[in-house]
């Protein structure tokens, strides 16, 4: 059984961190691209981040600068530390293993697998 177990969001203020942890078990871990979306409410799903095996990364505009993703694959386990956060980054936070194959995942459609969501809201 494919589990992504999320950890580590919270409340916190404008301009503070947050570093979020996904534990991966049940699946391939260290040759799969793995990645960090989030949704607020009334938008859609968006990237925030991605990772390949290698540890090649990929950043949303909006987080660049302040948003670091990395991986520990002895430990099948994909982090994301996030920093000068805005009440903007306040959303719903998902994990997502992506299908193998791919270097590096940026579309939903290509996620094999999904957290199950952490919230973390940034207050002004």
């Known amino acids: 059984q494919v589990q992504l177990v999320e950890s580590g969001g919270g409340l916190v203020q404008a301009g503070g961190s947050l570093s979020l942890s996904c534990a991966v078990s049940?699946?391939?871990?260290?040759?799969?691209?793995m990645g960090w979306y989030r949704q607020a409410p009334r938008k859609q799903r968006e990237l925030v981040a991605t990772?390949?095996?290698?540890?090649?990364?990929v950043y949303a505009d909006s987080v660049k600068g302040r948003f670091t993703i990395s991986r520990d694959n002895a430990k099948n386990t994909v982090y994301l530390q996030m920093n000068n956060l805005k009440t903007e980054d306040t959303a719903v936070y998902y994990c997502?293993?992506?299908?193998?194959?791919?270097?590096?995942?940026?579309?939903?459609?290509?996620?094999?697998?999904w957290g199950q969501g952490t919230q973390v809201t940034v207050s002004s």
């Open positions: 997502a293993g992506y299908r193998l194959g791919l270097r590096l995942g940026v579309s939903p459609a290509d996620v094999a697998y």
């Open positions: 049940g699946t391939i871990f260290s040759i799969r691209a």
């Open positions: 990772i390949s095996g290698g540890g090649s990364t």
